[in-house]
């Protein structure tokens, strides 16, 4: 009998080093020995195992099917997860995730065996690898760089799949307003590393590396420019992450170059050094403070928005292991809603809300981690349609983590499968509450809400919640309230509602008078559902009324909320009154 519990309890492993001295990848007695009953502590690296055989021998599809199977099986039998059979399950998730994520990629063995050697870099790349990346050519990046350096590539994990994972696309200039340009980008793949590996290498910077993230160090890689301007910062632009918001303040304001207009570059070409001699406008100081600081190791992030005089840039940066400084450079006066910046893994769109949210500290805790083992399982049991598992899996996760969002999304796609929407409506208006500092967050919880509530005939219910949140988020996030006014807008106009239509445009309007140059897209907007829907002379009296307004809002360039108001009296044919506001502007193209 106890020769027999020591087969059980060691095979596996017999199995493992048996597989590894024939050089042989097979993912058939591993599953086995996964699925044989025993003790699951002795199962924990099985799933790690399964993927790279699977990898190895073209059984990705296999692994992953037998994966999902035990998962399913296990967790249906004991859903009172205690820390093991979670760390298992979590495990098997992640395995699943990266055989789906890297199933049509060649990755040479000895390169697969590399990146997933352990649970801890097979459950980071299962996390950070998106839909929009180009692995084929992230491969050959870590292909090169892992032979390039042998005795230091395991140091630098996260720095090889942060280059592998940003350079697999060309990067597009950090910024337009460039001129002539930087000095001609000509750097290689292996001269970054070098230069990136040697910044972290020892001291200061080492303690950056190993507190980031791939994701963080990718806002770091992020380098476009020449090598020569990437070593000039190094050597000349030197400070601790902690007070490198005084980076942005050195380099002097051209005051002059800015009333002139003159927006783009006017010094020849475009370097750290032209603009630390020459200073520059928010632009220039922007691109500085986040290219010198990418340069030293520090994530650091590039935004533009616009603001009520118009397009602004500033920048964000990684103060610490829990804090970004997110608005250096970003003028209060001005109420620049939202910031828009280029997400180096995807080269979409991104905004500082969105940052904002990945660094809430709730991240950072030892309840994230079992969340997160929580919603990586409630994922597999969502796909296997096991959806009142997925419901209680995904339902631990948020108990642990209130603003953790994946979970809240699993357990609301379960819940509109069974279906039942009552319950899903319900836990919409919850999480609207409780994500209440993040606005898109909210936003897109709350109109969800209504368009259930709607389905449910319950559309009283619905109108009042939509109005009361456009109320809210307009005093923060004009963008939100104009997304969601024009959605219900369309759908006025769809059902012959154009009274209505036009009032919840005016509505919005009203709560947005001080935004300045902000509310000329709303305007345009305005003006075209109000002639679509022949509301046209109601519209000529609003705007007169409204651009009267704005007059007094210091709004500096009157001339196209003039247009605007000449175009709604030429849409009514009100020729008198085109004629009184055609003057304005000629008096003001006179000044």
């Not at 009042?464 to 004009?478: C, E, K, P, S």
Request: net charge positive; charged share 30%.
């Amino acid at each position: 009998m106890k020769r027999i519990r020591f087969v059980s309890r060691w095979l596996p492993i017999l199995i493992i080093a048996a597989l590894a001295a024939s050089g042989q990848a097979s993912v058939k007695p591993l599953l086995d020995s996964l699925n044989e009953s025993g003790d699951l502590r002795k199962k924990a690296d099985l799933p790690r195992q399964i993927l790279i055989a699977g990898m190895s021998s073209g059984e990705a599809q296999t692994a992953r099917d037998g994966l999902s199977d035990f998962l399913v099986r296990t967790y249906t039998a004991k859903r009172d997860l205690q820390s093991t059979r979670l760390t298992v399950l979590s495990g098997t998730a992640d395995a699943m995730t990266c055989l789906k994520q890297w199933k049509d990629t060649q990755i040479r063995d000895d390169v697969l065996k590399w990146m997933f050697a352990s649970n801890e870099r097979m459950r980071s790349l299962a996390a950070i690898v998106h839909a929009k990346d180009d692995l084929s050519a992230a491969v050959k990046h870590i292909e090169s760089l892992h032979d390039a350096d042998p005795k230091g590539r395991d140091g630098f994990f996260k720095l090889i799949m942060a280059l592998a994972l940003v350079w697999d696309q060309q990067r597009p200039r950090i910024h337009s307003q460039m001129g002539y340009g930087p000095p001609m980008d000509d750097t290689t793949m292996q001269q970054r590393y070098e230069f990136f590996s040697d910044v972290y290498a020892t001291g200061y910077r080492k303690s950056i590396l190993d507190r980031s993230s791939i994701r963080d160090l990718m806002f770091v890689v992020d380098v476009p420019v020449a090598m020569s301007e990437l070593e000039w910062a190094r050597k000349n632009v030197k400070g601790s992450a902690t007070s490198w918001k005084k980076r942005h303040s050195e380099i002097v304001y051209d005051k002059k170059r800015m009333n002139d207009g003159v927006r783009n570059w006017p010094h020849g070409t475009y370097t750290l050094a032209a603009i630390k001699e020459k200073g520059g406008i928010c632009t220039d100081q922007a691109y500085y403070a986040v290219l010198s600081a990418r340069a030293n190791g520090i994530p650091a992030v590039f935004f533009r928005g616009t603001g009520r005089r118009g397009g602004h840039a500033w920048f964000a940066y990684s103060k610490s292991a829990n804090t970004w400084e997110m608005d250096i450079g970003r003028y209060t006066f001005d109420k620049y809603t939202i910031g828009y910046a280029t997400d180096p893994q995807t080269n979409s769109k991104m905004t500082d809300h969105q940052i904002d949210y990945l660094c809430d500290s709730s991240f950072r805790t030892r309840q994230y981690e079992q969340a997160s083992q929580y919603t990586r399982i409630a994922d597999v049991l969502l796909e296997r349609r096991k959806y009142a598992e997925a419901v209680e899996a995904a339902s631990a996760a948020r108990r642990l983590v209130k603003k953790y969002e994946r979970p809240w999304l699993i357990e609301l796609m379960a819940l509109k499968a069974i279906p039942k929407l009552d319950r899903a409506a319900l836990l919409l208006d919850q999480k609207a509450k409780v994500f209440s500092k993040y606005h898109d967050i909210r936003t897109n919880a709350r109109e969800e809400q209504a368009e259930l509530l709607e389905k449910l005939g319950r559309n009283a219910e619905a109108e009042r919640i939509l109005d009361a949140l456009v109320r809210r988020v307009g005093r923060d996030r004009h963008d939100l309230a104009e997304s969601i006014t024009m959605k219900r807008v369309e759908k006025a106009v769809a059902a012959g509602q154009g009274k209505k239509a036009r009032s919840l445009l005016e509505d919005l309007l009203e709560g947005q008078a001080d935004g300045g140059e902000k509310v000329l897209p709303l305007l345009r907007n305005y003006l075209g559902t109000t002639k679509q829907i022949g509301q046209t002379k109601e519209a000529a009296r609003f705007l007169s009324s409204y651009v009267k307004r704005i007059r007094t809002s210091g709004v500096k360039d009157m001339r196209p909320f003039l247009q605007i108001q000449l175009q709604a009296h030429e849409n009514d044919n009100d020729t008198k009154g085109a004629a009184r506001v055609q003057r304005d502007i000629d008096r003001l193209r006179a000044y």
